[in-house]
């Protein structure tokens, strides 16, 4: 199907405008419309100067006056006749959803109508249109014309036709088209769900400051972290998305607001926008501090011995592969030698032996080292590859020398740590594993596919890795480990491993997720 030829726009704030850009980029007329006065004209002047940049900075192929010239502000739904298809973007207020659909339906009875919501079924919306079968969804990512994405929502009552039309309208925006299912979140916020929610567990539990977990985060190659991700959208918004997602799963434990985000709202720490959310911002005072450059590599001095790693996982191989690099004399199993640090990577086989002798330092995926280390004096750690910091624990029967070691042992091999309360899957792990199962939960569903879920991941919110393919790297082996440790913890039906990983996990020679078609 060939892509429309006039794009209307109702609503011209950061995201009206966006899209309109958009449009007139893809070589459609694109009319813009606000119920305010003079807020149309507004969004088009912002979307002339958006594609102006563009081309200057050599982003954007063609004359910049030429592609601003098809952007037009209208000044009522009856400008907007013209249009092939129609993209609402205005707030989340469901009444005013509805009106806007009404006016669209008459002014407009063969446009395909498209709403740009991110917390409203698209069926809801469907319901106030002359014809639901013209109703789909059309779901940008801020800011619009920079993130890569779009995903088309089918009502109940969409036609193929329209959203066909409006796949065809988004390819031609040069955006990745992805196609979800209605219902909370449709597929990418959906799946990052955790995100937020088990970073405000972890914060609620002590497990390490939010300052901390943002800087885990980071290290692992987002732009933010968790915390400062809330204070750029405003902890209002969020924690209304919070609720909706709550009330239209009639319940689902694994979207449960957080208790702390509810007082933060209430007392009016807002975010950036209010000055203060979980960071204080003033003009020309930064937020917080720049993270401190990584250590360099190499053998601490006193460092006698080889370093014994132990495990079948890849956090197994990838520390032994930084440790060789490092200059570090590196075994597998026990040899005689008393090693200077036993490294101990996940289970053991079971006839192996017991690794003893030398201070050890334990990974806590499968529970917490309080769990793991009975009665012992290890330190713990955590990390998923690609590791970019390593996360430290201890309990009161940790020795010394034990966590001196370890930390020196990281430090060597070029990474930072952060010491962390004790915890399965400690933070990223934890973050990141119900992330992954999140994801596990919607491909399993048929929300969406694997490669839908990993591409609008990284372009839609700009994960650094699709999670799947995350998943896949650190093997899904440690990521149910994780899972099967938080629910022996808390045994909460949040931690339920879902299905699907859980079928995949029995194939033990078929361990990931295909990316061809969804199945294992």
């Known amino acids: 199907m060939d892509a429309p030829k006039v794009i209307g726009v109702v609503g011209a704030g950061t995201m009206g405008s966006g899209i309109a850009q958009l449009a007139a980029q893809s070589g459609a007329r694109a009319l813009l419309y606000d119920a305010f006065e003079g807020a149309a004209e507004k969004g ?38 013209d249009a092939e298809l129609i993209i609402e973007a205005a707030p989340e207020r469901p009444e005013l959803k509805d009106e ?38 059309m779901h940008f990512f801020n800011p619009a ?30 955006r990745r088209v992805i196609d979800a299912v209605d219902g909370p979140g449709f597929l990418v916020n959906r799946c990052n769900r955790p995100f937020t929610l088990e970073s405000l567990r972890l914060l609620q539990e002590g497990i390490a400051p939010l300052e901390e977990i943002d800087r885990i985060v980071r290290a692992a190659g987002f732009r933010m972290g968790p915390f400062e991700l809330q204070d750029l959208v405003g902890l209002d918004v969020s924690f209304e998305v919070s609720k909706s997602f709550y009330e239209l799963s009639f319940g689902e434990p694994r979207w449960r607001p957080n208790v702390i985000k509810a007082s933060k709202v ?36 006193g ?75 290890a330190a713990g750690f955590h990390a998923l590859p690609p590791v970019g910091l390593v996360e430290l624990t201890r309990t009161v029967a940790t020795a010394d020398v034990a966590a001196d070691r370890a930390e020196q042992f990281f430090n060597a091999l070029g990474l930072p740590t952060a010491w962390v309360a004790d ?33 609008g991941m990284q372009l839609g919110l700009n994960y650094p890795i699709g999670p799947l393919e995350w998943a896949d790297t650190t093997s899904l082996d440690h990521i149910v480990m994780i899972l099967d440790g938080l629910y022996d913890e808390y045994r909460e039906e949040r931690y339920r491993t879902a299905p699907l990983l859980r079928r995949i996990t029995a194939f033990h020679d078929h361990e990931h997720f295909e990316h061809d078609h969804g199945e294992p």
Not at 424 to 452: H, K, W, Y
């Open 266 to 301: 209430a007392a009016g720490h807002l975010g950036r926008k209010s000055g203060q959310g979980w960071y204080a911002y003033e003009d020309g005072v930064p937020h917080r501090p720049d993270d401190a450059p990584a250590p360099e590599p190499g053998v601490p001095e």
């Open 423 to 455: 915890a399965p899957g400690l933070v990223l792990g934890r973050i990141l594993a119900q992330v992954i199962n999140e994801c596990a939960f919607a491909v399993g569903e048929s929300v969406g596919t694997p490669e839908d879920v990993d591409a």
């Open 303 to 377: 460092a006698e011995g080889a370093v014994l790693i132990s495990g079948f996982l890849p956090i197994a191989d990838e520390l032994r592969e930084r440790a060789e690099e490092a200059g570090f004399a590196v075994a597998e199993e026990a040899d005689g030698d008393v090693p200077w640090l036993i490294v101990e990577c996940g289970p053991a086989e079971d006839d192996a032996p017991p690794l003893q002798g030398a201070p050890r330092v334990i990974l806590c995926a499968e529970g917490p080292l309080q769990a793991l280390d009975q009665g012992g004096n």
């Open 100 to 137: 806007i659909f009404r006016e669209l339906s008459r002014v407009a009875p063969s446009a395909v109508l498209a709403s740009n919501t991110s917390s409203i079924p698209i069926t809801t919306i469907a319901r106030a249109a002359a014809d639901p079968s013209k109703v789909v969804g």
């Open 44 to 81: 088009a002047a912002r979307a002339r100067g958006g594609i102006a940049k563009l081309v200057e900075k050599g982003r954007l192929d063609g004359d910049a006056e030429e592609i601003g010239a098809r952007l037009e502000a209208v000044t009522s739904f009856e400008g907007l006749a």
């Open 145 to 174: 014309p920079l993130m890569k994405l779009v995903e088309v929502v089918a009502g109940v009552a969409s036609s193929e036709e329209s959203l066909e039309l409006a796949r065809a309208a988004g390819r031609a925006m040069d």
